[in-house]
């Protein structure tokens, strides 16, 4: 092959070679933000369950203790929209959301995928029957028990919250390990 013999064949070739591998480092780069992107957001969602679990705790309790038929109205109707508000967060994260570049939780999230379906099973066998009964007891119910429903909510809305905060660690450390596998290949590449 005369061509790789010649100082301009040999340059072109160099030139070449660096040209295909700026390449491949801009494309691995590329194909890694298009990953991660949506993981901060990810983040940011989860942990608006805890403060939406608090919420909803707030709102219970001043419907439990208010007397005043039409504040307890206006403080049922703005539970209603807390419960929907969470539960669109819920949604959002197990179904994955493409105008915020999330995907679903699914497997690949191991760790958050245990703790997010647990927490889900939480919510829906224990957590929101308790807010739909306080909002809509039945009419044999008293307000002491009413306000015994509440207590039993209330005392699980902190472990509840500390396993929220489990899931949005984990999400983080999820992040973090997959930016420490791309800086691990990417210095084996430069290296």
Request: charged share 25%; glycine share 6%; aromatic share 10%.
């Amino acid at each position: 092959m005369p061509f790789f013999k010649t100082l301009t064949g040999k340059i072109i070739s160099i030139v070449l070679i660096i040209s295909l591998f700026i390449a491949f480092l801009a494309s691995a780069s590329f194909i890694f933000t298009g990953h991660v992107k949506g993981e901060g957001t990810r983040i940011n969602l989860a942990g608006h369950l805890r403060y939406r679990s608090f919420e909803m705790a707030l709102f219970a309790q001043k419907i439990v203790i208010e007397g005043d038929p039409e504040k307890k109205s206006t403080l049922i109707k703005g539970l209603k929209k807390k419960i929907k508000s969470f539960e669109d967060i819920i949604n959002t994260l197990k179904n994955g959301n493409k105008e915020l570049d999330i995907r679903p939780v699914e497997k690949h999230y191991k760790e958050p995928f245990q703790i997010f379906n647990s927490l889900i099973a939480e919510w829906n066998d224990s957590l929101k029957p308790s807010l739909l009964m306080i909002m809509a007891p039945p009419k044999h119910l008293s307000k002491r028990d009413l306000k015994a429903i509440f207590e039993k909510y209330d005392n699980r809305v902190l472990g509840f919250v500390e396993e929220i905060n489990r899931l949005v660690k984990s999400f983080e450390l999820h992040l973090e390990d997959e930016i420490r596998i791309y800086s691990i290949f990417r210095s084996y590449v430069l290296g």
